[in-house]
């Protein structure tokens, strides 16, 4: 988490290289800030070298009259004067009793003892945080600073080369410092007379809005010991004068204003939100500026956001806030993952946007092979159409199954009656559908809170049977109208477990099937009898209906339903019926812990659409995969039979460069132990079935599923994958119902934990999550670690027990 005070103002030290003064211009700095008469802290997070060499001794060494203002620290000491990687490594070939942190635990400790400085600042002072070699010197562990560092994200000064070469390390540095989200707020160098690199780097960034400075650089060496002593504290004298005028003070005040316009800035942030910005989903009547959620940064599962209500000045106004609903379902790798931020930076730096029709380029071309050939498209997708959002993909996925429908079942029908006959076509469903918010997702569902006065809903809903876990037991809840078709009339059937009530094709002959595939032929019977439109396409969210309030649809239900309206056909070639339309927008990739819902089901579509994970949340993009037999409903001659559909950013290479590193990270990720580990959980677990381990699982604890769902204000729970949802008992149930918002208020709130914080830097922290009227949810990313999982679920046990007492 990032750390921000209002009475102490911190700057991290990078270097564009090693040897280039990093300690020597810090200890200016500190000796300048000490001049000013504040208290000033060093760190020096870790050191390598022998003890007389340390840079924090060097620090206050040279201190200068005012010492007695400066506190230096250094919290990791190795005596090779090596990397630190290294440093470590051969400490522990060595036999030396040492510890090697992780990246975690390392940030963590910088942070616990940031935190303990401030405390120790009544008054405004300043703190520097000298890092090690270059931007890229590996920490501890062996990752590089850039990355180690980046959770606490401290305001940064940058140390320029002076010397051969240092004009293009100097910039690299830089951009690399940018590409992971530093904020620069001045860059340092000498003033090396023979190179003179500070007159090119001072226009260069200049032009970017960056504050350089050049300094004098210090006197050569002296190999008297004594003599180099006072050499140097003469340069420090001429370098931070008494009479606090010069270079060095300058950057003093431009740092001190770069703080406080940070402060400022994001304390007027919610009254200029409430003036110009329309949020989605949001009323804003209810909305005060004390309600608004100021994100400053956010890394891997958090956001670090602005608490303007603090009184105290020695605590960090920045808090973390656990990211609970993956942003909106669209995180799959953590935020600002640095190899997703690379791929970015690299497509936009070889092609920006290029035009796509009658065009490709490497990254669309491979992303689109990985995945009709090798991903969910396996087997029986033929093509991949590239388009924004998960909406317009499905626009796009209707668009061809109303084609295909139509240029079977026209015939030879004269052209007017043939356009007559298309316009009347609908859409099979379920009833709490959600496939976006353009029109023509919408008319793809019945009316409901998300429609708009254009609302046409073209097609027909059917009602579902549902799965969820009800004090400990796995229930199929079933509609009335199915109930009725049941030997004994029961809504509510205990199925047994979560893994048979997932096991598709050991149900498919059972009593159950048979009473969904007569409810099912006899209701389609009736609609195309009398429902005034002929039904073109069956469009299914599969397994999970997300926005319609994590519906957990029973899955022989959908499967039946394919079957039915197929004529029992494979699916395989030819489509049969009706065109089968997977919506895989929120649950595919891996979102449920599978690739795909089409092994859970047994049964492949005739188009899928695939978004949201697919670029692990750094950028909006969609695919929609068709088989061969839809795409060759537009084949012709004749340009009107194409697909006239686009977008001015279709295939944005962008997007498909980062969607292709996000696919290679998550197959990789697949096979790991975190994932091994949570799926045996769950093979072990009273409400699961050996026999089906492979199909259904989560990263949820199932212990902890099965006891939230036995707690007397929840009626009912579900986990699948990284999703865990939580219906409320609330006689008012519906998606304008408050309750789960009202309930699990506090959870928002940032408290201590006993469990690890989700939090890097060990923080206390709260929960940012989402609710769908009496349903709350909560959603992980995929390397969400387990150390972090058990702490939320924690948070969130704490929650509603208090609220069932």
């Known amino acids: 988490m990032s750390l921000l005070f209002k009475n102490l103002r911190i700057h991290q030290v990078f270097g564009a290289n090693t040897d280039v003064g990093k300690t020597l211009l810090t200890s200016a700095l500190v000796r300048a800030s000490a001049t000013n008469g504040n208290s000033v802290f060093y760190l020096k997070p870790v050191s390598t070298g022998p003890m007389e060499d340390a840079d924090d001794e060097y620090v206050k060494r040279f201190a200068g009259p005012h010492k007695s203002n400066i506190v230096t620290d250094c919290l990791f000491r190795f005596g090779e004067p090596v990397s630190p990687e290294l440093a470590a490594r051969l400490a522990l070939n060595e036999g030396k009793q040492v510890t090697i942190p992780t990246d975690s635990s390392f940030v963590t400790t910088v942070a616990t003892h940031i935190r303990k400085r401030a405390t120790q600042s009544p008054q405004y002072s300043h703190m520097y945080v000298e890092t090690a070699g270059g931007?890229?010197?590996?920490?501890?562990?062996?990752?590089?600073?850039?990355?180690?560092?980046?959770?606490?994200?401290?305001?940064?000064?940058?140390?320029?080369?002076?010397?051969?070469?240092?004009?293009?390390?100097?910039?690299?540095?830089?951009?690399?410092?940018?590409?992971?989200?530093?904020?620069?707020?001045?860059?340092?160098?000498?003033?090396?007379?023979y190179y003179r690199n500070w007159e090119y780097l001072e226009k260069y960034f200049a032009e970017r809005g960056v504050h350089v400075s050049s300094l004098n650089p210090p006197p050569p060496k002296d190999s008297d010991y004594e003599k180099n002593l006072r050499i140097t504290e003469d340069y420090y004298q001429h370098l931070v004068p008494s009479s606090k005028e010069g270079t060095i003070f300058d950057v003093i005040t431009h740092l001190d204003k770069c703080h406080t316009r940070r402060l400022e800035e994001l304390d007027s942030m919610p009254r200029r939100t409430l003036d110009t910005i329309w949020w989605p989903f949001v009323q804003h009547g209810h909305v005060k500026e004390q309600d608004i959620t100021v994100i400053d940064s956010a890394s891997s599962d958090v956001f670090t956001v602005y608490n303007r209500g603090l009184s105290s000045s020695n605590t960090s106004l920045l808090e973390p806030q656990f990211d609970g609903s993956a942003s909106w379902w669209t995180q799959a790798l953590g935020h600002a993952h640095p190899s997703l931020t690379i791929a970015a930076a690299r497509a936009a730096g070889r092609y920006g946007h290029v035009i796509f029709p009658q065009a490709t380029h490497l990254p669309a071309l491979k992303l689109a092979e990985r995945l009709v050939k090798d991903g969910p498209g396996k087997g029986w997708a033929s093509r991949a159409f590239f388009s924004d959002d998960g909406s317009t993909a499905m626009e796009v996925a209707i668009k061809m199954a109303l084609r295909a429908f139509a240029v079977r079942e026209d015939g030879g029908l004269a052209p007017e009656q043939e356009r007559e006959k298309r316009r009347n076509l609908g859409i099979l469903g379920l009833k709490g559908s959600y496939h976006g918010d353009t029109i023509g997702a919408m008319d793809a569902c019945e009316e409901g809170v998300y429609t708009c006065e254009w609302h046409e809903g073209k097609g027909y809903w059917l009602d579902p049977p549902t799965v969820s876990v009800r004090n400990g037991k796995t229930i199929i809840s079933l509609p009335p109208a199915i109930a009725s078709e049941t030997s004994d009339g029961v809504a509510d059937i205990d199925s047994g477990s979560l893994g048979s009530t997932y096991d598709v094709s050991q149900r498919l002959n059972t009593p159950l099937a048979t009473v969904y595939r007569k409810y099912l032929e006899q209701t389609l019977e009736k609609i195309q009898n009398g429902n005034g439109r002929t039904l073109g396409a069956l469009v299914l969210e599969p397994i999970v209906m997300g926005a319609g309030g994590m519906i957990f649809v029973d899955p022989l239900f959908q499967r039946v339903l394919i079957d039915v309206v197929r004529g029992s056909s494979s699916g395989i070639g030819e489509w049969s019926g009706l065109p089968v339309v997977f919506d895989e927008v929120f649950v595919g990739l891996y979102r449920l812990g599978l690739q795909s819902t089409i092994p859970l089901l047994g049964v492949n579509p005739d188009i899928s659409v695939n978004a949201k994970i697919l670029t692990g949340g750094l950028v909006p993009m969609a695919i929609t995969m068709a088989s061969k037999s839809i795409f060759d409903a537009f084949f012709s001659d004749k340009k009107v039979d194409a697909l006239l559909h686009g977008h001015s950013y279709t295939a944005y290479p962008i997007g498909c460069e980062i969607a292709n590193e996000t696919l290679e990270i998550i197959d990789k990720m697949s096979t790991s132990k975190e994932w091994s580990d949570a799926k045996s959980k769950w093979v072990s677990a009273p409400s699961s079935s050996a026999d089906n381990s492979n199909a259904i699982w989560s990263f949820w604890d199932p212990s902890f599923v099965e006891s939230v769902s036995k707690l007397d204000v929840v009626g009912e729970v579900m986990a699948m994958g990284t999703v865990f949802c939580v219906k409320l008992r609330d006689e008012s149930a519906g998606y304008q119902s408050h309750s789960a918002e009202r309930l699990l208020q506090s959870i928002k709130d940032t408290v201590g934990s006993d469990n690890p914080s989700p939090a890097p830097g060990g923080a206390p922290f709260g929960i940012n999550f989402r609710t769908l009227g009496n349903i709350a949810y909560f959603m992980l990313s995929l390397n969400t670690s387990p150390e972090v999982i058990r702490s939320v679920e924690k948070r969130i046990w704490t929650t509603l027990t208090t609220q069932s007492k």
């Open 135 to 193: 931007v890229h010197s590996p920490t501890l562990s062996g990752t590089t600073q850039l990355d180690s560092y980046r959770p606490l994200f401290l305001p940064t000064v940058l140390i320029g080369d002076s010397k051969l070469g240092g004009i293009s390390a100097t910039i690299s540095s830089y951009e690399s410092l940018i590409l992971r989200g530093y904020i620069v707020d001045a860059i340092l160098l000498f003033r090396d007379e």
